[in-house]
């Protein structure tokens, strides 16, 4: 997610760009968490991304037949929000993938609970699984996992909301660097799973 702006080749081009601490939280006006919800033992498995004003996202999605419900669900919120967003909940240990309806019911319902406890829009929040395939998402737990990743979010929780996301990754993957745009300072941060 990113605040609107137009960017031109011209004003990234003769900058340095230098590595910056924070992940996908560097940037001003995110907080981001990763919280143990149960839905992996004890291992930290919700991660919450929240902008404190709406920013403008986008998504790449599969073009594969078969789809997750969070993968269709995060495409319908881009279209029905105009490609703005306030959240993304993602969440490890469980893909929600090949789970038919009651999988699309489940990724609605996180969506909605994030909203609520946020007090957003469900239509910007994005919604994101990955783990095992055919299985449910265990409701409750996720569904008090929500409730706990908000209330821990911080400017400073990147690096638990990357640790949260990982599957059979060896470390949590974040990065983050500041550069100039248009003479002004600024900074871009991330996060990845694989």
């Known amino acids: 997610m990113t605040n609107r702006k137009s960017v031109t080749k011209k004003a990234l081009t003769g900058e340095a760009w ?15 968490s990763g919280v143990a919800a149960g839905i992996k033992g004890k291992e930290s498995d919700i991660a919450v991304l929240f902008s404190a004003r709406q920013a403008v996202a986008a998504g790449v999605f599969t073009q594969n037949l078969v789809q997750a419900a969070p993968v269709v669900l995060s495409r319908e919120n881009l279209k029905r929000s105009n490609g703005l967003a306030r959240a993304v909940l993602i969440n490890s240990g469980c893909a929600n993938a090949c789970t038919g309806a009651r ?38 737990k996720m569904l008090k996992g929500i409730v706990s990743a908000v209330s821990r979010l911080d400017p400073e ?38």
């Open 18 to 32: 230098l590595p910056v601490e924070g992940g996908v939280t560097a940037p001003g006006g995110f907080q981001a």
């Open 157 to 194: 929780g990147g690096a638990d909301a990357a640790r949260a996301i990982m599957t059979t990754d060896t470390k949590e993957k974040a990065v983050a660097f500041e550069g100039k745009i248009n003479g002004g300072t600024v900074r871009i941060g991330g996060m990845a799973k694989g």
């Open 103 to 140: 999988g699309e019911k489940d990724a609605l319902s996180c969506t909605q609970k994030l909203a609520s406890v946020l007090g957003v829009d469900a239509d910007q929040v994005l919604v994101a699984s990955t783990g095992v395939i055919g299985e449910f998402l265990p409701m409750p």
